[in-house]
């Protein structure tokens, strides 16, 4: 079987158009407030990113940019009052922060309505019970790629590699909402091949060249490469799948880059869309 390719890419573009037009459907502009901490390079082009679509989207975005020196305190009074501020409808805080901050207090500093990125407590309290919430970006991407290619997941073996709370978890508890009977492995799983060979759908978020190789795949599986590794050698991206190989046995594939990545942005705007009118409801 030669895999057919989601191409995340083109999805997130649509996804955009169709984010625009719901924009320009609405009272006021939404806005989205951006915090970044530090210099990591890595965050400030991931916040650069955020920003632009944003704009293009129709949506306000600033970033408030803090030095590394920043106490945790004076944080948690910016979180506070981007809370109160009934012009913000999303706030992010980019990760990771440095290791004098506590990250759990700041994040969940955040008022759970403007909590875009579905991180705080509140968010995975009401994903994990089915609830409607904020789910993060990257699960709640891969969920709307499964819709545009009518990817049926009911009763269907989903293999979930990676237990973290950004992605792993919420993409298990995505998964289990909509159906799917789910296996979570992780670093410490045994025999992982044996697990992963049964997959319908098999999802690897763990940040490690070539850990999928052919044989790790069932034939006609569907694969979902979240990891995105940076190759400095040969100035490239890898997953973790060996695409060439898998390619070749899976029904359907997401490339490195080009796949899961543009649609976590995409699915940002949406979430902030979907806090300002949360926050807008009559
Ligand atoms: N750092 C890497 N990914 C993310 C993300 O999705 N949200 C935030 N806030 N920080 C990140």
Not at 250 to 256: G, N
């Amino acid at each position: 079987m030669t895999a057919k390719l989601i191409d995340g890419k083109k999805l997130a573009e649509k996804v955009r158009q169709r984010l625009k037009i719901v924009v320009k459907s609405l009272k006021k502009k939404p806005k989205l407030v951006v915090v970044l901490v530090g210099d990591n390079p890595a965050s400030q082009i991931y916040v650069k990113n955020k920003q632009k679509y944003a704009l293009e989207v129709g949506i306000e975005s600033d970033v408030i940019r803090l030095d590394k020196t920043v106490e945790e305190k004076k944080l948690l009074k910016i979180i506070k009052k981007l809370n109160k501020d009934k012009k913000v409808n999303g706030i992010l805080v980019q990760l990771p922060l440095l290791s004098h901050i506590n990250e759990f207090d700041v994040i969940n500093a955040i008022s759970p309505q403007k909590d875009v990125d579905g991180f705080s407590v509140y968010n995975k309290g009401l994903l994990s019970i089915g609830k409607d919430a904020l789910v993060p970006c990257t699960p709640l991407g891969i969920m709307e790629m499964f819709k545009e290619y009518k990817i049926n997941l009911k009763g269907k073996l989903a293999v979930v590699v990676g237990r973290s709370n950004i992605v792993g978890k919420p993409m298990a508890q995505l998964l289990l909402n909509n159906d799917a009977t789910v296996i979570q492995c992780h670093s410490k799983t045994k025999n992982l091949s044996d697990i992963t060979s049964k997959a319908d759908i098999l999802i690897s978020a763990v940040g490690k060249k070539n850990l999928i190789t052919e044989k790790y795949v069932k034939d006609g599986a569907i694969v979902i490469d979240v990891a995105m590794i940076r190759d400095e050698k040969n100035k490239k991206w890898l997953g973790d799948v060996n695409f060439e190989k898998v390619s070749k046995k899976a029904s359907f594939i997401t490339p490195v880059p080009g796949g899961v990545g543009p649609m976590t942005i995409a699915m940002l705007l949406q979430n902030t869309i979907t806090a300002y009118k949360e926050q807008n409801k009559k």
